[in-house]
């Protein structure tokens, strides 16, 4: 499921391009960073796992000691952040806004909150799934108690 949102992040930082470049404000470099961000790693996120070599790569990386949806977490969680932070500069610049229309900062803050729902949802499924596989891990390990008639009493980790 948390795929299924990669395309829409990307699509929706083009609308979000397109909201912040009609505003014409020379102040805005915190959005614009935002949304350049958010649509490189989305645009990039979405062809990897198109081509399907998230694990080949993270293997070629980190020599497989990190997962894809560990760094899929990361990213999700940090650009969340930035998410959040650029909603409310958005509607903060749509009140300072005196002389001009506030109408692209108001469009663009409505669509920043489209765009952390976006990267928070696939970021809590991320987390309840590693959650959950270490919690399994966990379950399977099976220590024995002590026996006096027997040479390995416990079992090794």
């Given at each position: 499921m948390p795929h299924f949102f990669k395309p829409l992040q990307a699509l929706n930082a083009i609308i979000l391009a397109i909201c912040i470049g009609s505003t014409a404000s020379g102040d805005n470099g915190i959005l614009w960073f935002t949304i350049i961000v958010s649509l490189i790693i989305s645009a990039a996120a979405t062809v990897i796992f198109a081509?399907?070599?998230?694990?080949?790569?993270?293997?070629?990386?980190?020599?497989?000691?990190?997962?894809?949806?560990?760094?899929?977490?990361?990213?999700?969680?940090?650009?969340?952040?930035?998410?959040?932070?650029?909603?409310?500069?958005?509607?903060?610049?749509?009140?300072?806004?005196?002389?001009?229309?506030?109408?692209?900062?108001i469009a663009s803050g409505l669509f920043f909150i489209v765009q952390t729902i976006f990267y928070v949802v696939p970021c809590t499924v991320i987390y309840r799934e590693v959650q959950a596989s270490s919690e399994a891990?966990?379950?399977?390990?099976?220590?024995?108690?002590?026996?006096?008639?027997?040479s390995n009493a416990y079992q090794d980790l």
């Amino acid at each position: 499921m948390p795929h299924f949102f990669k395309p829409l992040q990307a699509l929706n930082a083009i609308i979000l391009a397109i909201c912040i470049g009609s505003t014409a404000s020379g102040d805005n470099g915190i959005l614009w960073f935002t949304i350049i961000v958010s649509l490189i790693i989305s645009a990039a996120a979405t062809v990897i796992f198109a081509l399907r070599i998230q694990d080949e790569l993270m293997e070629s990386i980190s020599n497989g000691s990190v997962a894809w949806n560990v760094v899929e977490l990361v990213y999700s969680f940090i650009l969340a952040v930035l998410c959040v932070i650029s909603v409310w500069l958005s509607f903060s610049f749509a009140n300072r806004s005196l002389y001009g229309t506030s109408a692209g900062y108001i469009a663009s803050g409505l669509f920043f909150i489209v765009q952390t729902i976006f990267y928070v949802v696939p970021c809590t499924v991320i987390y309840r799934e590693v959650q959950a596989s270490s919690e399994a891990e966990r379950q399977n390990i099976v220590i024995e108690p002590a026996h006096p008639f027997r040479s390995n009493a416990y079992q090794d980790l």
